[in-house]
């Protein structure tokens, strides 16, 4: 099997004709989902595959449910609302323009809820999510519901997807891979052979993997290991390592610009956000107070002391440690790190030297504790994204504080691999739109667990330009 793969992954073409978003058509959301079940007159959950748009049913990752730790360490979630089974996945499908979700499982027996229909949906203008559901069978017209979901999504029912590149307990859970010879991949890749072989009959599945669809957006035929990665080289420029076969970490790149828009949005309804913002994103990108601004420093501080009602907890560089920052401004990391469940208990973690896929500070010899593992979605973390739309807010006020930056994204990072651009291009833009990001410092150790480039001079360049500016126009 694993050679018939080899063979048909030699066959790649790539064309602008290709593309997991048809930009001819519009973005998939919830009021065009009721129309189309309404207006269809569909009563049963199974019914529902069938009549979704192929270029929205394109985008799925699948949920086996299989409590295995992550490949480089991520811990397992410790209450899941929804059951998995490795036959019966939960199917998750996204549009990656509206950022909206549905997700079902395969109605087995002994599954929760088999008979719902979840929907996640963002508001563009208020910038907060949504979480809500369609019981089935339907009698009449479709009845759409909130969701009682805080417990794992938190208050602003914020996404739950795992940091790149480790999904446990998903298909395809090591880098979007299922053809390899590590041994989750073995396992999960049996376990997918025979989960496709009933696909076929199930109408919960058997829309997902369409042949027609599968030629018309990615360029190629259906393969065994479809949505994922069908082989797993490791050459850059190899068509096969595009993003348009990574389904997990397109997720998860537009989850997490989604969670920015939302966290700055509600940065922005306290009242002393101005007062406060400079500082916070000053802490946030890991900034060293000038030796001439030592005074400003100590002022800072205290206010911050005063603000929190504690004291202040410093590291050596001066800055406010991680969670006394988000303090300043209401947060909590479990607000902006979508990691894990909203109450999980990997949040209380503080040291992530030998934990690379959780929360916490990695230690470095002869250096000082400075960087703190926020959330990695493959391209920027969750720190380097807010930053980026802290610094952009700020900019419109005072524009002085953008001189020197240069804020980056998928199109400008990956239009230099010619063959994979063309599929990814469309994808890039959009995320892009959603949001670019400032790059932030990280320890070289998480370098090759976490698949990350090399942190360039140009890169210090621009944080230390970000880093002066905040001082400059606002900390003095």
Same mark, same amino acid.
């Given at each position: ?65 299989? %409590?295995?730790? $992550? ?9 899941? =609302?929804? #059951?998995?089974?490795?036959? !019966?996945? +939960? ?105 496709? %072989?009933?696909? $076929? ?9 369409? =042949?027609? #669809?599968?030629?018309?957006? !990615?360029? +190629? ?108 401004? $209401? ?9 894990? =469940? ?135």
């Amino acid at each position: 099997m694993k050679a018939i793969i080899s063979i048909l992954a030699l066959n790649f073409f790539a064309s602008h004709a290709y593309a997991v978003i048809d930009l001819t058509k519009p973005a998939f959301e919830q009021q065009q989902l009721v129309e189309l079940i309404d207006s269809n007159r569909v009563t049963t959950l199974d019914e529902v595959p069938r009549i979704l748009p192929a270029d929205f049913k394109i985008n799925f990752v699948l949920k086996h449910g299989i %409590k295995r730790v $992550g490949e480089r360490g991520h811990l397992n979630e410790t209450k899941v =609302s929804q #059951s998995a089974d490795p036959l !019966l996945p +939960r199917a998750i499908i996204w549009d990656e323009r509206s950022g909206f979700s549905i997700s079902y499982n395969g109605g087995g027996e002994g599954q929760l809820a088999p008979h719902r229909l979840d929907l996640f949906s963002f508001n563009p203008v208020a910038k907060t999510f949504h979480l809500e559901q369609i019981d089935f069978p339907i009698q009449g017209k479709v009845q759409v519901t909130t969701t009682d979901c805080a417990s794992c999504h938190g208050p602003r029912h914020r996404p739950i997807f795992g940091m790149y590149p480790d999904w446990p307990a998903f298909y395809g859970s090591d880098n979007d891979e299922l053809t390899g010879d590590k041994e989750v991949q073995k396992l999960e890749l049996a376990d997918y052979e025979a989960f496709r %072989k009933q696909s $076929g009959h199930h109408p919960r599945y058997e829309p997902l993997f369409d =042949s027609n #669809s599968v030629q018309k957006y !990615l360029g +190629r035929p259906d393969y065994l290991s479809f949505p994922y990665r069908p082989d797993v080289s490791e050459e850059a420029r190899n068509v096969s390592r595009s993003f348009s076969f990574r389904p997990a970490l397109r997720m998860g790149i537009l989850y997490n610009r989604m969670t920015a828009q939302s966290v700055l949005a509600v940065l922005k309804q306290n009242p002393e956000y101005l007062k406060w913002a400079p500082y916070f994103v000053f802490n946030l990108l890991g900034c060293d107070w000038r030796t001439e601004l030592q005074v400003s420093r100590n002022i800072w501080n205290q206010r911050a002391q005063k603000k929190l009602g504690m004291k202040a907890n410093l590291l050596a560089t001066g800055i406010l440690e991680y969670r006394q920052n988000l303090a300043l401004m $209401g947060l909590r990391i479990n607000d902006i790190d979508i990691r894990y =469940s909203y109450n999980h208990a990997g949040y209380a973690n503080n040291d992530a030297t030998e934990k690379v896929m959780e929360v916490g500070y990695v230690r470095e010899p002869g250096k000082p504790v400075k960087y703190f593992n926020s959330y990695f979605d493959g391209s920027a973390t969750i720190d380097e994204l807010l930053a980026a739309r802290i610094l952009e807010d700020l900019g419109k006020k005072y524009p002085q504080i953008m001189s020197g930056l240069k804020f980056h994204g998928l199109t400008d990072k990956y239009q230099k691999f010619t063959d994979r651009f063309k599929l990814d291009k469309e994808f890039f833009a959009e995320m892009d739109k959603w949001g670019t990001w400032i790059p932030l410092y990280y320890p070289q150790s998480l370098s090759a667990l976490h698949h990350r480039e090399t942190y360039k001079e140009e890169f210090r360049v621009q944080q230390q330009n970000a880093c002066r500016n905040l001082q400059d126009v606002f900390l003095k």
